[in-house]
């Protein structure tokens, strides 16, 4: 087993969840050091909170890379939408992710890398996926144009996976039918989150990896 990531410290903010569980599995086999955190974890944090991103970040250091898989979303019908659905989900996944992102580069070694994520589990337009639509797409521009701006070798890319199959499986099966997902098979959690550790261990820079 090659021991060349020995010593080079991966941060995984989301840990707790399907494809955050999966990314820290697999560097961890690839002799990453990691660190978890989440909402719920040891190490706690909020990213629609900013002060718990920075307590998080006097607590971490020398860090060569982080990973964000949170973030969540609502399908609401266009009938029932109101511009307050749109301020949520950007405060959800938008906000929090572009914070964490200011604050890391401030902490992570040169030539490090950030992955942060969108999703295109929304491309087929199913009813309600309007504002995923839009924060998903928003982020995707956002890296798009931010990373040339990063100081000292710094990577930013976004990580846009479909539906993952794990999560299938334990929806609600009133829920999968309501959203015309009865046929959907989805990515197997484990090759989402490869596609982070190539981006980690790659050179692409401003780049979307859709999934």
Not at 24 to 36: A, P, Q, S
Not at 104 to 129: L, R
Not at 135 to 141: E, I, K
């Amino acid at each position: 087993m090659t021991k060349q990531n020995v010593g080079k410290k991966v941060l995984v903010i989301g840990a707790t969840g399907t494809i955050g569980s999966a990314v820290v599995h697999l560097l961890e086999d690839k002799n990453y050091e990691v660190i978890c955190a989440s909402r719920n974890g040891e190490i706690s944090v909020d990213l629609e909170k900013p002060n718990t991103i920075d307590t998080l970040f006097k607590s971490v250091s020398d860090i060569d890379a982080v990973v964000v898989t949170a973030g969540s979303g609502t399908i609401t019908p266009f009938s029932k939408l109101s511009e307050k659905d749109f301020v949520d989900g950007m405060k959800s996944k938008v906000y929090g992710q572009i914070a964490l992102l200011k604050r890391a580069v401030d902490h992570i070694q040169d030539n490090g890398s950030i992955k942060i994520t969108s999703g295109n589990m929304f491309e087929n337009f199913i009813p309600g996926s309007a504002v995923g639509a839009f924060v998903n797409q928003g982020l995707d521009g956002f890296v798009r144009a931010v990373a040339p701006e990063l100081p000292r070798g710094i990577r930013v890319n976004v990580v846009s996976p479909g539906w993952v199959q794990e999560s299938l499986e334990n929806m609600d099966v009133e829920v999968r039918t309501n959203l015309s997902l009865t046929k959907a098979v989805g990515t197997p959690a484990q090759t989402v989150a490869r596609a982070y550790i190539q981006a980690i261990e790659g050179s692409m820079n401003g780049e979307m990896i859709q999934l």
